[in-house]
């Protein structure tokens, strides 16, 4: 069973969607409870990573998920809120992974937002088993994960950025493998193995 932390963001349906695809048993929930029963958590996201945040707090589940030691995928904001600190809203996150949501910088070449298809690369996690560099993934974000120690896939849009990060059960990816077609499903599929 996996449980999808509903934290009041966007994209829950598209997640539930992904996993129905899969045959994947899951509750959309808040409750404490579920999340200590579950055998993987998703904490999906779209949307202001301040607002998710107090958003998360306001749940109470912050110290169960800092607890929880089976398998936690972020997705998109749901990844950034794992990161230290988010220039968006200036909010101080969870702190799992040990990077800062930095704001793209648009110049001509770089649109902001970082909308549509890209490629990922430098993959070293069980996560991306049968994925090659060069694969694409759909990203919608204006933020992003500076690299660092825990980063497990990378991404360049006008910088290279963290496409995905892991430390310890933790995982987060910028992108939407929900949204990512077979190369998203097979992401999903992997997490759902780990």
Known sequence: MIAIVDYKTGNL???MNALTRLGAEFVLTADEKELRRADRVILPGVGNAAEAMANLRDTGLIP???NLRKPVLGICVGMQIMCRHS???DVDCLGIFDTFVKKFIPT???KVPHTGWNTIGNLESKLFKDIKSGEFVYYVHSYYAGLCPDTIATTRQGIL????????NFYGVQFHPEKSGDTGERILKNFLKL
């Open 64 to 66: 169960s998920i800092m």
């Open 108 to 110: 001509e070449e770089l």
């Open 161 to 168: 950025y963290s496409a995905a990060l892991k430390y310890e």
């Open 87 to 89: 220039d968006e809203g």
């Open 13 to 15: 349906r598209s997640v």
